[in-house]
């Protein structure tokens, strides 16, 4: 074993003294070479007085729900035998100006759509996103507002945060286990907010955080203040009860890009994103704990021609009880209410005055147990349920938006079996699914509606059926620091009321066709391989340094894909509406993060090169494709006792392509790739006050944003040189 640790090692320097040249050689990396994640968890991870270093002396960490849901954070992230990302709440406002989109296009396998006046953010794992492919949420609630807005508007799922409260984003990819896993093909992304350790200084029981920042180009200012307070409940110091209440407030205008020149071309890009949070814990002894938390969102802006407000509020509840000295029972219980409203102002168009109400509840009950079958083999059961319910309402000015309800429902196992250096899970969960819409009417002889009668339609419809998708995965760690792993998965996604129901786009109070809807959608089902391999090692080259590695391999064969595309239909002709794509749709790939930290210097890197057969342009469907390549590589050092940190960062998109418009509506048209420069950096003046910069497009470059839908080239062109400064206290 010690020959092998010694060629790895060998290997792995070589691998990092490449990477650290070119982090120096002016950040320019063809598109073979990209980013990563974060320098404050490299930081952590080398200082000898914080948790995150003695975690180093853990194995595989297997995180299976709960309240945490599938996610792990900082060093857990390549210590965990499965494709799992995170961006610490440091990195989103330092090295990415606190713009959460630039952050998940830097994570690998995590992409977003982006356009220039739409503050929803619409994340896409792996090439898929929108209709509930990716489950997004806010501290485990899904976030599933929708509003088709006109040709190429997406509709899709959209999350809407305050970004100056998130405390982090964790993404998990692929077949997720747990709640969060319900109904979803392709994986989930939870935006943390802030929580009592982001504001409390360590050792303290009160605590205020505060933070403002300043800009140019379209950023016109943000301010955050935070405070939380802590008890003991009696003599018992594991009792006791938290509270903590955040609100912040961002200006954004619209921008120029790398030529000088605004990119609104008559729409605004003006917004004042407003947010607040309020979270109790009680904890009474250590085996119970009770978490109430409430977030809220509102904002103004302008987007396919109509000023919009949108409003959004989430409660939710936690119960964790973990008994001592009980291997047996580990038990979760969370339940969340989610609402969004928008509304169109009563002033342009054929769809002002439009509101629309989006609710959501649901819960989800687990359980962990373990036991030993011998002395070196352990098994771990992890086992529960689900529900959600997401129901959908418009007044008479829908559009495309049809109203309706989807409820979700699911029962999940995992079970474990540790020997040695191999671990073996098998997974099985059942979904169920239950859509319930209205058909419009639609004339007799349209369609399948029979000649010389009375019209079809015009009646309520509801439909329902489930799935049983097994899951296994066996992992192997020779030593401590290397890990391998491999995981084959089915996964699946119910159609939505807004495919199923989808009744071409009516303007102002028109319900449109029923002729228009696919009342026989199948569900999306998905067969995947991961593999991948975990490297961590501390003192690869020196004794004090650190060292992650994370790469994997994925492939997806989906069947029943859903596709918007144009039907013929008898005595009607060309309809736009959502089908199943005939075969098989295949999406296919490999990722890449990994970090070195020196102390005085360290680099981060992360990269994408995935493939898709997926179709686009055609009806009201999705009309962009991901690059095949892109990535980011950060580089940095740190002086005068690391109180002074400065880095760069490239971040490299290939080609990509997108649907074309007017005369060159059905044509797929390629976007060219390109390079960005960023910098930033901060500076101590305290322990817990910090000034901090943030330099975007340094070169300011003129470029077509990829992923930003087929509108004009001026209109969506990439923002130009930006400069954000801020500072940050703790008190």
């Known amino acids: 074993m010690s020959v092998v640790r010694h060629y790895l090692h060998a290997s792995l320097a070589g691998t990092i003294l490449s990477v650290s040249g070119l982090g120096f050689a002016g950040l320019g990396f063809s598109a073979g ?59 989103l406002q330092e090295r990415f100006g606190g713009n959460p989109q630039t952050a998940l296009r830097s994570t690998p396998g995590v992409f977003t759509r982006q356009q220039s006046n739409q503050p929803g953010i619409e994340v896409n794992i792996r090439g898929m996103s929108g209709f509930g492919r990716v489950n997004a949420m806010i501290d485990g609630v899904p976030q599933t507002f929708r509003n088709v807005a006109g040709h190429a508007s997406s509709g899709g799922s959209m999350l809407y945060v305050q970004p100056e409260l998130l405390g982090g984003i964790d993404v998990s990819k692929g077949a997720v286990s747990g709640a969060a896993g ?3 093909l392709s994986g989930a992304a939870n935006f943390r907010t802030l929580d009592f350790d982001d504001i409390v200084l360590p050792g ?54 790398g030529d000088g020149v605004y990119v609104d071309k008559g729409r605004d890009a003006t917004n004042r994103p407003g947010g607040g949070l309020l ?15 409430a977030r809220w969102y509102e904002n103004r802006f302008t987007y396919a021609n109509y000023e919009q407000g949108l409003k959004n509020a989430s409660y939710t509840a936690n119960y964790a009880y973990t008994p001592d000295d009980n291997d047996w029972v580990d038990l979760k219980v969370n339940a969340y209410y989610n609402r969004t409203n928008m509304d169109y102002a009563a002033t342009g168009g054929s769809y002002r005055g ?33 529900f959600g319910n997401d129901e959908y309402q418009i007044n ?9 309800t ?19 899970t098998g997974g099985l969960r059942y979904d169920h699914w239950n859509v319930e819409g209205y058909q419009p009417p639609y004339a007799a002889g349209t369609g399948d509606c029979p000649a010389g009668g009375a019209a079809c339609g015009n009646k309520d419809i509801e439909r329902n059926s489930g799935k049983w998708l097994p899951k296994v995965s066996l992992t192997a760690q020779p030593y401590d620091g290397l890990e391998l792993y491999a995981t084959y998965s089915h996964t699946f996604r119910p159609p939505t009321v807004q495919e199923m129901f989808f009744s071409g786009v009516p303007f102002g109070t028109g319900l449109g066709s029923g002729v228009a809807n696919n009342l026989n959608l199948e569900p999306e089902y998905s067969k995947g391989w991961d593999i991948g391999v975990n490297f961590t090692e501390n003192g690869l080259l020196r004794s004090d340094d650190k060292f992650r590695l994370k790469t994997g391999f994925f492939h997806n064969s989906i069947e029943n894909f859903v596709v918007n595309d144009f039907v013929n239909v008898p005595n009607r002709g060309p309809t736009a509406m959502w089908i199943n794509r005939p075969g098989i749709t295949k999406m296919y ?19 994408t090169n995935a493939k898709t057969d997926q179709p686009i342009g055609e009806g009201m469907g999705d009309a962009f494709m991901l690059p095949d390549q892109y990535g980011t590589l950060d580089a940095g050092i740190r002086l005068f006792d690391e109180k002074l940190t400065l880095g760069a960062q490239a971040r490299y998109f290939g080609k990509s392509s997108y649907a074309g418009t007017g005369i060159d509506y059905g044509q797929r048209l390629a976007l060219p790739s390109y390079m960005l420069y960023d910098l930033y950096g901060s500076y101590k003046l305290k322990e817990n006050a910090e000034l901090f910069f943030s330099v975007e497009n340094v070169a300011n470059k003129n470029y077509r944003v990829a992923v930003s839908g087929p509108l004009g080239e001026d209109e969506y062109s990439g923002k130009g040189r930006s400069f954000i400064f801020g500072a940050s206290a703790k008190f």
């Open 279 to 293: 979270k109790f814990e009680i904890a009474p002894s250590s085996e119970h704990n009770l978490k109430l938390g």
């Open 204 to 257: 303290r029981d009160v605590g205020v955080l505060t933070r403002w920042k300043a800009g140019t180009n379209g950023f016109r200012g943000s301010g955050m203040l935070a405070g939380a307070a802590r008890a003991n409940l009696n003599d018992d110091k594991s009792s006791n009860v938290s509270i903590l209440g955040a609100f912040a407030r961002t200006s954004f205008g619209t921008f120029k890009n």
């Open 589 to 607: 790939g490999w990722e890449v993060e990994g970090s070195y930290d020196l102390g005085f210097f360290y680099t981060n890197v992360s990269y």
């Open 354 to 386: 439009r509101k629309t109400d989006n609710r959501g509840y649901g819960f989800d009950v687990s359980n962990t147990s373990r036991t030993m079958l011998s002395d070196d083999v352990q098994l771990k059961l992890f086992y529960g349920g689900s």
């Open 33 to 91: 070479i990209a980013v990563a994640q974060e320098r404050e968890t490299l930081i952590q991870d080398r200082a000898p007085d914080k948790a995150a270093d003695s975690a180093t002396q853990l194995k595989t960490i297997t995180v299976s729900g709960g309240q945490n849901g599938p996610f792990v954070q900082g060093d857990g992230v390549y210590r965990t035998p499965a494709p799992v990302s995170s961006v610490s709440g440091a990195a």
């Open 406 to 424: 989807l409820q979700k429902s699911s029962g999940f196992t995992d079970a474990t079996l540790s020997w040695n250096m191999f671990t073996l």
């Open 396 to 404: 008479a000015y829908r559009g495309g938006n049809p109203p309706g």
């Open 182 to 184: 319900m109904g979803t």
